[in-house]
């Protein structure tokens, strides 16, 4: 209550309010940084984006997954991934099945990359690599 106001009429550095040394030093703190322009506001974030080097079109890939070979085929129009349908999953069916519900969706969405589904980890990598497969992405791009 003492330091904000003191801040203000000021218009420069204040003592610490006594028995508040670390608030007050943070509130200082923050009150230096906004000022200097390193506490505006966030960049706003990139989202990566999918390279599709395929044409449009019905494209298959496959992944490893946890029981075996995981292959999907990934439907692309416009240069946009607008389905994705496993075509055939050795992995445990109430585990997988969570995931592909999850994924699949969020991919499309996306058009990118999404998180692993806890749970589900290898999955999902099974995943994303039969999708970067059926899109011709190498490694890096």
Do not use: C
Request: proline share 5%.
């Amino acid at each position: 209550e003492e330091l904000l106001p003191a801040l203000i009429e000021n218009q420069g550095p204040v003592d610490a309010v006594s028995g508040a040394t670390y608030t007050s030093e943070a509130v200082l703190a923050a009150v230096e940084q906004a000022l200097s322009g390193a506490g505006s506001a966030p960049e706003e974030e990139v989202v990566p984006v999918f390279t599709v080097n395929v044409a449009d079109g019905v494209h298959r890939g496959r992944g490893q997954g946890f029981g075996g070979e995981l292959i999907l085929d990934v439907t692309v129009m416009d240069g946009k991934i607008v389905e994705i349908v496993v075509v055939e999953s050795a992995e445990t069916p109430f585990i997988a099945d969570a995931a592909f519900e999850e994924l699949l969706p969020a991919l499309i969405e996306n058009q990118g990359p999404v998180d692993a589904v806890s749970g589900a980890t290898v999955t999902s990598k099974a995943v994303h690599e039969a999708l970067t497969a059926a899109l011709g992405i190498k490694e890096g791009q």
